[in-house]
């Protein structure tokens, strides 16, 4: 869904009109048209106030935020990272642009590395910036492997715990479609080479599949 699609969806499932809504939130009715109708992307606080109003998580609606924010220059390579992803419901990992290859969240940072010309692999470099930095719990559609760079990393896969760090085992590889979560030991980056068709055919760069 989009930014807008949730904020109409969630409104509509709790019997409210745009204008109780917005007196909920402390903003105008238009506020809230511009919202649902224009794909006008609201500043953090009213993000938060949204997420209180609807009943959603801060950090969810937060996500959705940021990458409904994501430049038009990026947004083929933001929008690849999260198409194939499958979050569980404790999944609450926002990331915002900070430039055009470079994502940033409260515990993480995501740098582009290279993508395949046929978009069959890409890689890229995931920073954890503290010890206890956990990548909460998501699955993909593609196979991925992690390699470790620096630091140490506890990789939950399927409810199974691995270890992977710069002083070995160094790499692991994650199935298609198999839930696993990251918890950083100590701070470190971890490559993660994602397998598989990663980019739309066919150059549809915009919106998200889902």
Do not use: C
């Amino acid at each position: 869904m989009t930014f807008a699609e949730i904020i109409r969806f969630h409104r509509e499932r709790l019997g409210l009109n745009k204008k109780q809504l917005a007196e909920k939130v402390g903003v105008t009715q238009p506020y809230i048209v511009q919202i649902e109708n224009d794909g006008k992307i609201p500043g953090d606080g009213v993000v938060l106030r949204l997420a209180d109003a609807l009943g959603l998580d801060r950090r969810e609606l937060l996500f959705a935020a940021y990458r409904a924010r994501a430049s038009d220059d990026t947004r083929h390579y933001f929008h690849s990272i999260f198409d194939d992803l499958t979050p569980t419901e404790n999944f609450n990992q926002p990331f915002i642009e900070t430039r055009k290859d470079h994502f940033e969240s409260p515990d993480f940072s995501l740098h582009h590395l290279s993508t395949a010309p046929d978009g069959i692999y890409q890689v890229a470099l995931l920073t954890a910036k503290s010890e206890g930095a956990r990548f909460s719990p998501h699955a993909h559609r593609i196979p991925q492997v992690f390699v470790a760079v620096e630091g140490e990393f506890e990789v939950m896969v399927d409810g199974r715990k691995h270890r992977v760090a710069a002083d070995g085992p160094l790499s692991l590889e994650i199935p298609a479609n198999t839930a696993h979560e990251i918890l950083a030991k100590t701070p470190g980056r971890l490559l993660t080479i994602s397998l598989g068709q990663v980019l739309r055919a066919g150059g549809d760069h915009g919106g998200r599949r889902k």
